[in-house]
């Protein structure tokens, strides 16, 4: 089964929460890190790294002694990532999004691939959660293709929880498509409410049921649960403020290593995802 974890907004606890939730868990059980462009549940889960591997995504490289000037390969790039200017054409890697229809309708096949730097994979383990993450290369802008390089390491045998990136634009349907269930992680603010909306839609639009956590649940108002009601989104788990989570987050402690008592909450968690799912 795969969870991905994901939020409206940053900073409602979705990596507290998918690291905790991870490393309660017993059995074959996987953490893959997709926030790739600020991935930080290495911060808390203190995996030992065994691999780092350099990921590149295939972008085009033109014969210019081949080509026609054409313009086929331009017409097909709904990106604009290719297109040709006088006598000459100018891909542009950055906005590439390594779909190859340009070097398929090249009737000259001048059009050929080659590799430019994503950013790196790092895999390893804690005890015997197995951990994989992404880091996005320094000036990168594409960051899906590198979510899913980073999801081919989901085993179908093994419980996989994904800790996707905030808010509801590519990155986050990259990390969200193709998962069994959708944990949304919010607070009871009116920004949470706003963004919580906005991601219920998206889960919608996928297909993918979903449940929500209520972090710093003893603060702010109740208009996130009236919500949830309305759109007949179970919350799962209410987290309320505690000043000893929150200096445990300080130190990058895990909340279930300072208050072990929340293990036996964060199973109870997967096990009503577990059971809605059927």
């Not at 340009?102 to 950013?119: H, K, Y």
């Not at 994989?132 to 999801?151: C, D, F, H, N």
């Not at 964060?266 to 809605?276: K, M, P, T, V």
Request: with cysteine; proline share 6%.
């Amino acid at each position: 089964m795969i969870i991905s974890i994901a939020s409206g907004k940053g900073g409602t606890g979705k990596t507290t929460v998918a690291t905790n939730m991870a490393v309660s868990l017993e059995g074959d059980v996987q953490l893959l890190d997709c926030d790739v462009e600020e991935p930080n549940s290495q911060l808390f889960i203190q995996a030992d790294i065994e691999k780092q591997e350099v990921i590149h995504t295939p972008v085009p490289e033109v014969d210019m002694d081949k080509c026609t000037l054409c313009g086929k390969c331009g017409d097909i790039c709904q990106f604009k990532a290719i297109v040709v200017i006088g006598e000459t054409v100018l891909p542009f890697h950055e906005l590439c999004h390594s779909c190859g229809g340009c070097m398929r309708v090249c009737p000259e096949n001048a059009i050929t691939e080659v590799g430019r730097e994503l950013g790196v994979i790092g895999q390893g383990r804690r005890n015997g959660l197995e951990f994989v993450y992404g880091e996005l290369r320094v000036g990168e802008a594409m960051s899906p293709p590198l979510i899913r390089q980073v999801r081919e390491y989901a085993r179908p045998e093994a419980l996989t929880i994904i800790d996707a990136p905030p808010g509801t634009s590519c990155p986050v349907i990259a990390a969200m498509k193709g998962a069994d269930f959708i944990l949304l992680v919010t607070e009871p603010t009116p920004f949470g409410l706003y963004d919580l909306k906005l991601a219920v839609g998206a889960v919608k639009i996928l297909g993918i049921p979903c449940g929500l956590v209520i972090n710093r649940s003893d603060m702010g108002d109740d208009l996130v649960t009236q919500y949830a009601e309305q759109e007949n989104v179970p919350v799962l788990m209410e987290i309320p403020f505690d000043r000893k989570m929150a200096e445990a987050y300080s130190r990058g402690e895990m909340i279930v290593t300072a208050m072990p008592e929340w293990k036996e909450k964060f199973q109870g968690l997967y096990h009503r995802i577990e059971a809605i799912v059927g």
